[in-house]
């Protein structure tokens, strides 16, 4: 089978998905609004489908193009939809002011961790060529700015972003080092993943709208 060099098509086209994937994850660390966290999530998930697809394309493979047209109507529908409807329109969410550093500084953070996945991934990648040689440390970057996205916003919603935005930068690694591995195994992972996001939602939107502008610190205090 023909390896995914970074100077084919497809590789070039793969670069731009995790290029355009990770401004999104910036894009999403620099703002306070709800709304806009779910549209840049939203964004990010339908830029995945596409780089899914276009390893799809590359190796021929029919159940990696079920896996694109899943992940667009899962991740980069579906979840954004009922984000939308249930966390923010029922509960009014507008501007996320649980924050526990300024926005430059997260900005400034972010962007040196993207420079540390560059700095750790790249001496460990497969042979020199091979598309993952950028698409690793920019899906390592992803995950890491998800998980910042944890860190610095304190409230709930936007945490379930984060979380989500960590799994986008999980799957772009898996699709780009394991596109080969049987489907079973992707298959199994993304819907272990799936169910756990809509198990999260279906727990957030119940919660009361005092809570709902809660803090993750000011839940902890309910704990006996």
């Known amino acids: 089978m023909e390896s995914l060099t970074a100077t084919s098509g497809a590789g070039v086209l793969l670069d731009l998905c995790a290029v355009i994937m990770l401004l999104c994850a910036f894009a999403c ?3 306070k609004l709800f709304n806009r966290y779910v549209t840049y ?3 990010q998930s339908v830029v995945l489908s596409v780089a899914t697809g276009v390893v799809a394309f590359h190796f021929d493979r029919v159940e990696l193009w079920l896996l694109c047209v899943l992940t667009l109507a899962i991740k980069g529908i579906g979840i954004p939809l009922a984000t939308r409807r249930l966390l923010i329109e029922r509960l009014e969410l507008r501007r996320d002011a ?6 430059s500084t997260t900005l400034i953070i972010a962007g040196g961790l993207t420079a540390f996945s560059y700095l750790v991934t790249r001496p460990q990648l497969l042979p020199h060529g091979l598309v993952a040689a950028a698409v690793v440390p920019l899906s390592t970057a992803i995950i890491l700015l998800g998980a910042l996205e944890m860190v610095v916003r304190r409230h709930t919603v936007a945490q379930l972003i984060g979380w989500l935005i960590v799994e986008n930068g999980v799957f772009l690694a898996a699709i780009t080092l394991a596109a080969t591995f049987p489907f079973i195994v992707e298959a199994g992972i993304f819907l272990d993943l799936v169910a756990a996001v809509l198990i999260m939602v279906v727990f957030v939107s119940g919660l009361t709208h005092q809570l709902a502008h809660a803090s993750a610190g000011e839940l902890k205090e309910l704990s006996g």
Do not use: D
């Not at 649980?98 to 926005?103: D, K, M, P, Q, T």
């Open 29 to 31: 660390l620099g703002s």
């Open 98 to 103: 649980a924050v526990s550093i300024g926005l």
């Open 41 to 43: 999530y939203g964004l």
